[in-house]
């Protein structure tokens, strides 16, 4: 793992961001004499956040990976990535800025001196959805070990998604009006209910995806969980959002686009979206800037770069340009994934509830989040969209693919748990026999600086290959 200097200062127009070291036991030759020695809570946990949803919407995470792998984009030029051709140090940043910068940044928060239970318990909550987003991209990854030695060794998927279980429980039993305020958040601004409500829903999350592996701990989360609903994100203005600001600190797809154009909507997320008329097609997508052509096309996944090229740069669709607003939001959960958890686990029988009524719900709330609400009933009821009990993983895989557009590493992870949608892979994959990826590459610093360990959970978890299933990824699902 890299070494990083403990403490890194970069100020920006609206934010101050601290950055930490990757472990605490390099402090002193590490040290940068120009730091303060006891960073504010408050810019660690901005930075944190901001830091986070750069991450989960940038470059080597997203729009060069999931947001490919998962069939949200495909790309028209460098078509490299949309391939599966990758190496080992295509996802680098992915990890050392997910530890060195965000884990890190969390962790002095939590031991900070000046912070108080509150601010701990946030950086406990914000600290475990980095950790679910890490495990779900890698899977054996370093958790308990991290940060407390130069050379951490690698948890198991299982334990790290069943520690998170209790991480998330634990902060949020600690979050209380009376352990002072949060200043610093720009997600809930403070709101301890709200982190409260995240936290439980990243539970629920968690139980969801080891339903498959450990039905008895699952079932019984999520059990209770559905008994104490109003513990849960109850509606769209709960929904947990990070609001970016202009440049430098804008959204960045806006920050992409601006710059490059490599990427359009992809064909598989068109094509649906006009199969069965949904309105959240003109949100999703624009028109193709060529005038001749009058409806919403999608570009194929998997060309070479001589056929992505050929489809015509201007006869295909951009991404919408709600999300390519300099303020456009970092999306982490929402009112609709919710809802989606419960049809699913109604189906499943882990709830006696109507799984119909969850999912009606689910595409409501994913409507009305986009602001194409008018006409759900209508929508929900056409045969290729109502609720059909023996088909129930398929819709349901569908409509939570199709919500989660901004959310690509969830749809990633939900694609692979649940089985849905059946994505295929392009004519150009580097992949053998149409396989698809179900991982990502461990980075090539994990081999030369903590080889043993990294071997250690190559041993364990299987080869150190992009079509290695992870804990969670059950195959033969049998839905």
Known sequence: MKIKTIYRYLLLPVIAFAFTSCDNQLAEINKNPNATEN???????????????????GNDLNYNAALLWDQHWAKIQYTE????????????????????????????VENSDLGNENYRAVAKIWRSWTYLQLTNLFGDIPYTQYAKSVTPSYDHQEDVLKGLLGELETAAESLKSTNGTISGDLIYKGDITLWKRFAQSLRLRIALEIADRDQELASGIIAQLYANRSEL??????????????????NPWASAFSTRDDQRVSKTLIDKLKEIKDPRLSVYAQLPSDASVTTYEGAANGLSADKANSQGFNKLSRPGTYFLKDNA??????YSEINFIFAEAAARGIINADAKDFYDKGITASLNQFGVGTNVDAYIAQPSVAYDASHWAELIGWQKWIGYYGQASD?????RRLGYPKLKAGPSSVLDNGQLPRRFFYPVTEQSLNGSNYQAAVAHQGPDELTTRLWFDVENKNR
């Open 233 to 250: 994100i109850s509606s769209n203005s709960d929904n947990a959002n990070f609001v970016f600001t202009s440049s430098p600190q804008w």
């Open 39 to 57: 960073p504010q809570p408050s810019y660690l946990l901005s930075a944190a956040q901001y830091h986070a949803a750069q991450w989960f919407m």
């Open 329 to 334: 939001p970092a999306v982490f959960f929402t």
């Open 81 to 108: 990535p949309d391939c599966y051709n990758v190496s080992t140090s295509s996802f680098t940043s992915v990890w050392d800025d997910g530890y060195a910068t965000i884990i890190a940044d969390l962790n002095a």
């Open 411 to 415: 749809a990633f992870t939900d694609w």
